[in-house]
């Protein structure tokens, strides 16, 4: 598996560009995860972009990224952005799909893109539609994961990020050998803020209200494949690998 490039030029956006960004794939993947928060896209987006050589796009890393940032005062559209993103609650379209559009490089990027917590509502999904007309890009798949909402709270309630590399642990199911301390670069474990207990409701139900139309519009297209995300990890990236199209199951896909 190839380490995946730095994601500079999302996570940044305006001139910033990407300084290493890995080997240039075989093709360029353009994939959409779509699921409920906690249900394990973060995981299979890393081992994703790895196999495929393309970038993981998450809107959501990019907002977090704003908030740790400690340059200039956030523009008012980011500062609403970031206290809704704190509430759990969504932010509005046009903000997202401005903030996207401000990117629409990585969309494009010969790497390819694995597009993450982006699009959540329909008028997102038809913007995202229009730019990737715009640069003459296509989708290969849109990869829908799916589990139960007892099996998303465990996961969100235990999990925790280290505050240094953004590694994700599990106080259960993939706990550091020291409570508290990063495995892989002895930073501290911190829970992020909306995977309290009190917010993954309120996220849930945000998810649910816009996703149901979101998964419509890309089944109605052909573009959808479904996989149920309840099963272990690795199991999981075998069913996702074998619901892309011309991807040899086991082989490497750059
Ligand atoms: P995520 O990491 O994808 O769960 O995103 C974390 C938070 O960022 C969400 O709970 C929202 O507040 C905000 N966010 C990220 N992506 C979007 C989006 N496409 N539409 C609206 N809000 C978003």
Same mark, same amino acid.
Request: negative net charge; glycine residues 16%.
């Given at each position: 598996m190839h380490p995946a490039g730095d994601r500079t030029a999302w996570l940044l956006g305006g001139d910033a560009t990407c300084h290493d960004p890995g080997p240039r794939p075989r093709r360029p993947w353009h994939v959409i995860l779509l699921g409920p928060?906690?249900?394990g896209k973060g995981t299979q987006a890393a081992r994703l972009v790895g196999e495929l050589g393309a970038c993981h796009l998450s809107t959501g890393d990019v907002f977090r990224a704003a908030c740790r940032g400690s340059e200039s005062t956030p523009s008012p559209a980011m500062a609403e952005a970031l206290a809704t993103m704190r509430r759990g609650g969504l932010v509005s379209d046009d903000t997202v799909v401005a903030l996207v559009r401000e990117r629409v490089r990585c969309l494009c990027c010969h790497h390819g893109f694995l597009l993450?917590?982006?699009?959540?509502t329909v008028d997102q999904a038809r913007a995202l539609d229009a730019m990737l007309a715009g640069v003459g890009t296509q989708l290969d798949r849109v990869i829908l994961l799916d589990a139960d909402e007892p099996t998303i709270v465990h996961r969100l309630s235990g999990r925790r990020v280290c505050a240094t590399c953004r590694a994700n642990w599990h106080i259960e199911s993939h706990p550091t050998r020291? =409570?508290?301390?990063?495995?892989?670069?002895g930073g501290a474990l911190i829970q992020r803020d909306d995977d309290r207990p009190e917010t993954i409701h309120v996220r849930l139900e945000a998810y649910h209200a816009a996703a149901d139309a979101v998964i419509g519009f890309y089944r109605d297209r052909g573009l959808l494949a479904t996989i =149920?995300?309840?099963?272990p990890p690795a199991e999981v990236f075998a069913r996702i690998v074998a619901a892309l199209p011309g991807a040899a199951p086991g082989a490497l896909l750059h």
């Open positions: 928060p906690g249900v993450d917590g982006f699009p959540r020291i =409570d508290g301390v990063c495995d892989t670069c =149920d995300a309840s099963a």
